[in-house]
């Protein structure tokens, strides 16, 4: 499979290439030339199969030509240690679970998956440097996901005082192969970094480098694996999905899996007060702007990456994204009152952005329609935000309390790209 630049400027790539650079010459993300419709036999009878046998479906479609069978198995097998319940909320309302991983929360397969499938092409070639921006559970999942593999080295940039204290233990206290970079800005500042690294030739001269955010094909299209578990578990007709939404990774792998055939009717993407993608909806054209803090910080994100990638899906066609998606947007108020009546009225404790999945599509329901959202992560790693909003206490489950107990190491950094070469260099 060849994977080609959404900017056009840059050479195609083969998927080792994409895996391991990150991010094309030109800027533009890696695309896969081609994506494979599935037989409507494997569609139709999804639920028969495992997550696991399901996925291994999907995953040979993008990556089957790349990577020899028993390696491509072993991978997804060891990426796919858990599972991702859909649960019914209240009637056609589903919450389809994304954080029963090692960090709870729905980064962890395309971490896991894209640690496995970086070891497969580089081992043993010498070490190689991930960049990593976060606003939250990109980070921890990356940092847990590449944790003790050897001849990765892994660095994590994220915002200072923008994240929350659960999310920020679980990267900053692991050390060993794993360093954290408090960055004195905001998640773009960290993100632009990254990006202003892979265009250094000084710095790419010194160092291997390559990305474990969304932008990487490795980090983005494993999270198809998610819908099609969705859809296999429910069984239903006219199924809407709806995804909290902040890089737009997540939501485009979702897309990919409709142009794989998967029966999905519309989308919804989800928005907290950051509403860049809300906005084109309204009026096609795509304005970024630095973002805002929310509680619901993981979609703090003024200008996704991943808009690149939908916008060449859809032939830079404003028309077609909006026949497909539809999207909402919450401030903090909205986002808290959805959680606190959510739990009153069904006991389902959501999380800040699973918040903004349930309330968009219980509001962007139709009759005749069933829908699911993805619960993007544990509502105890906002512990201190849910508890205040619904007066009830939030247990912490055994995994993330051990992450509480470590010790935080940590550098901190100005928002500017010299002092952050310098570091890296040094």
């Not at 919450?95 to 090692?102: I, S």
Request: proline share 6%; net charge neutral; glycine share 8%.
């Amino acid at each position: 499979m060849k994977y080609y630049s959404t900017n056009g400027k840059a050479p195609v790539a083969d998927l080792r290439k994409a895996v391991v650079k990150g991010l094309a010459e030109d800027r533009g993300l890696y695309m896969p030339e081609r994506i494979e419709r599935l037989p409507e036999e494997f569609i139709s009878t999804m639920g028969s199969r495992s997550f696991a046998e399901n996925s291994l479906r999907v995953a040979e479609a993008f990556f089957g030509e790349d990577v020899p069978a028993a390696g491509l198995r072993r991978i997804v097998e060891e990426t796919l240690s858990f599972d991702c319940p859909l649960r019914e909320v209240e009637p056609g309302i589903y919450a389809l679970e994304l954080f029963h991983g090692p960090t709870l929360a729905f980064k962890d397969v395309g971490a896991r998956f894209m640690a496995r499938l970086l070891r497969h092409f580089t081992g043993g070639e010498g070490e190689i440097n991930v960049l990593v921006a976060t606003s939250g559970d990109t980070g921890s999942a990356v940092a847990n996901g590449f944790l003790g593999v050897e001849g990765i080295r892994v660095f994590v940039l994220y915002p200072k005082g923008k994240v929350s204290p659960i999310q920020e233990c679980q990267f900053t206290t692991l050390g060993r192969n794993i360093t954290a970079l408090e960055i004195d800005g905001t998640f773009d500042d960290c993100q632009a970094l990254v990006k202003a690294a892979f265009m250094d030739p000084e710095l790419n001269a010194s160092m291997r480098l390559t990305s474990a955010n969304s932008i990487n094909v490795a980090r983005f299209l494993p999270q198809a694996f998610y819908y099609f578990e969705a859809l296999a578990r429910l069984q239903a007709d006219n199924v809407v999905c709806c995804v909290p939404s902040g890089n737009f990774g997540n939501i485009c792998a979702a897309l990919f899996g409709k142009r794989m055939g998967l029966p999905v009717k519309r989308f919804i993407a989800a928005n907290n007060a950051n509403s860049v993608f809300y906005e084109f909806l309204q009026t096609g054209e795509y304005r970024p702007r630095p973002s805002v803090q929310t509680i619901a910080n993981a979609m703090d994100v003024g200008d996704p990456s991943n808009f690149a990638r939908i916008w060449d899906l859809y032939g830079h066609n404003p028309e077609a994204i909006r026949a497909d998606i539809s999207g909402a947007t919450y401030p903090d108020a909205q986002i808290a009152a959805t959680i606190r009546d959510c739990f009153a009225r069904t006991g389902y404790l959501l999380d800040p952005h699973g918040a903004c999945g349930y309330r968009a599509l219980k509001e962007g329901l139709r009759p005749g329609e069933t829908g699911f959202f993805c619960e993007t992560a544990h509502p105890a790693k906002f512990k201190d935000t849910v508890e205040a909003i619904t007066g009830s206490p939030v247990a912490i489950p055994a995994r993330l309390a051990a992450f509480m107990q470590g010790e935080k190491k940590s550098v901190s950094l100005p928002a500017e790209f010299k002092s952050f070469k310098e570091f890296l260099i040094s």
